[in-house]
């Protein structure tokens, strides 16, 4: 059974910085595996934040978050990590940590992932 756990989110300034953590377990990764961070505000939709093939190659960023956020991978600790960086009140959601088996690419659609982490809250005050 594949779990997913994040951890790092928290109350931040406007500007400031947080580290979110998904340490991943229940499975032996692919390397086309590909891991994933979503978000959802409240009264919106999930909506795709970016992701990163297993074997560390491609990555994709949704372009509110371009230059802003980075997310990478620790193999040996089958952890991924989103880096973000100059946040802003709009990026206040609760972030999820999402796996899309044997996909080879990134894929900005949430349907297409296959296992989800339980969220953790990011707020970001002006």
């Known amino acids: 059974q594949v779990q997913l756990v994040e951890s790092g989110g928290g109350l931040v300034q406007t500007g400031g910085s947080l580290r979110l953590s998904c340490a991943a377990s229940g499975r032996t990764f692919n390397s086309d595996d590909v891991m994933g961070w979503f978000r959802q505000a409240p009264g919106k939709e999930r909506e795709f934040v970016a992701a990163v093939v297993w074997s560390g190659g491609s990555t994709t960023y949704a372009d509110s978050v371009k230059g802003r956020f980075t997310i990478s991978r620790d193999n040996a600790k089958n952890t991924v990590y989103l880096q973000m960086n100059s946040l802003k009140p709009e990026d206040t959601a609760v972030y999820y940590c999402?796996?899309?088996?044997?996909?080879?690419?990134?894929?900005?659609?949430?349907?297409?992932?296959?296992?989800w982490g339980q969220g953790t809250q990011v707020t970001v005050s002006s």
């Open positions: 999402t796996l899309d088996k044997w996909a080879r690419v990134p894929r900005t659609q949430k349907d297409f992932y296959d296992y």
